[in-house]
């Protein structure tokens, strides 16, 4: 019995030490290892391995597309209006024929030619004589072009002086316009006679040069000038031109 007490140990003994040894190599090809971190796969070194590196960009690549260019603004795109395309006063008296009235006109407005209805040019004036205004009618038709559109001149009071508008093709002498120089008879009076009518508003062509003949260079110069258009029929003070 004692001889097969050392048996059964040896024999014990050296099957677990082949237990451990199995344990530790495993079969090849069976995946096991002692290492806690999994082996890398060859299929995927082989595609690491394998895949191309970047290539440079090539100069189309990195050169950048050229941008619009930006649409201008502002006074380029919007320049000053030319004031004759905007004032009819400014193109009408920009030309030869207008210009010889520059000093008379002092505004010209465009009115109506809304939804069809006339289109009516009325020339505000520093004028008296009707025979200068009908004038004045005719040279603004021909140089702004003006077929059958009426056109009115009128003094400085408002009162017509010019029209065609009972003829659209002919200026002719508004009715109950002031009559011209000479178509009324000087009516004899004094310089005070004159001057108080002219205080008590009657204006001062009539005062001064209608109901009173001038005697001196002065007065005859200031009724010249009312009739040019260079002196306010009115009030007698010059106003240019």
Same mark, same amino acid.
């Given at each position: 019995?004692?001889k097969?007490?050392?048996?059964?140990?040896?024999?014990?003994a050296?099957? =677990?030490? =082949?237990? +451990?040894?199995?344990d530790?190599?495993?079969?090849?090809?069976?995946g096991?290892?002692?290492?806690?971190?999994?082996?890398?796969?060859?299929?995927?070194? +082989?595609?690491?391995?394998?895949?191309?590196?970047?290539?440079?960009?090539?100069?189309?690549?990195t050169?950048?597309a050229?941008?619009p260019?930006?649409?201008?603004?502002?006074?380029?795109?919007?320049?000053p209006?030319?004031?004759?395309?905007?004032d009819?006063l400014a193109a009408?008296?920009?030309?030869?024929?207008?210009? #010889?009235?520059a000093?008379?006109?002092?505004?010209?407005?465009?009115?109506?030619?809304?939804?069809g209805?006339?289109?009516v040019?009325?020339?505000?004036?520093?004028?008296?004589?009707?025979?200068?205004a009908?004038?004045?009618?005719?040279?603004? #038709?021909?140089?702004?072009?003006?077929? #059958?559109?009426?056109?009115d001149?009128?003094?400085?009071?408002?009162?017509?002086?010019?029209?065609?508008? +009972?003829?659209?093709?002919?200026c002719?002498?508004?009715?109950?316009?002031?009559?011209?120089?000479?178509?009324m008879?000087?009516?004899?009076?004094?310089?005070?006679? +004159?001057?108080a009518?002219?205080q008590?508003?009657?204006?001062?062509?009539?005062a001064?040069?209608?109901?009173?003949?001038p005697?001196t260079?002065?007065?005859?110069?200031q009724?010249e000038?009312?009739?040019?258009?260079?002196?306010?029929?009115?009030t007698?003070?010059?106003?240019?031109?």
């Open positions: 019995m004692r097969k007490t050392p048996l059964v140990a040896l024999v014990l050296t099957g =677990l030490a =082949l237990t +451990a040894c199995s530790d190599t495993g079969e090849p090809g069976d096991s290892s002692s290492s806690s971190a999994p082996a890398a796969s060859p299929s995927a070194s +082989a595609t690491a391995s394998e895949a191309p590196e970047a290539s440079e960009p090539s100069e189309e690549a050169t950048p050229p941008e260019e930006p649409t201008q603004v502002g006074p380029a795109d919007n320049p209006a030319d004031p004759a395309a905007t009819p009408f008296t920009g030309t030869d024929a207008g210009a #010889r009235f000093g008379a006109l002092t505004g010209i407005d465009i009115l109506g030619g809304v939804g209805g006339p289109t040019h009325r020339l505000s004036t520093n004028l008296y004589d009707p025979g200068v009908v004038d004045l009618c005719e040279s603004y #038709r021909t140089e702004m072009g003006i077929d #059958r559109q009426q056109v001149v009128v003094d400085s009071l408002g009162q017509y002086l010019a029209s065609n508008s +009972a003829a659209p093709a002919t002719a002498t508004a009715p109950g316009a002031n009559p011209g120089p000479g178509a008879p000087d009516q004899d009076f004094t310089y005070d006679e +004159a001057y009518a002219w008590s508003g009657m204006p001062y062509y009539d001064f040069c209608l109901n009173y003949t005697v260079d002065a007065g005859v110069s009724c000038g009312i009739e040019a258009g260079t002196v306010d029929a009115v007698g003070e010059y106003i240019g031109g």
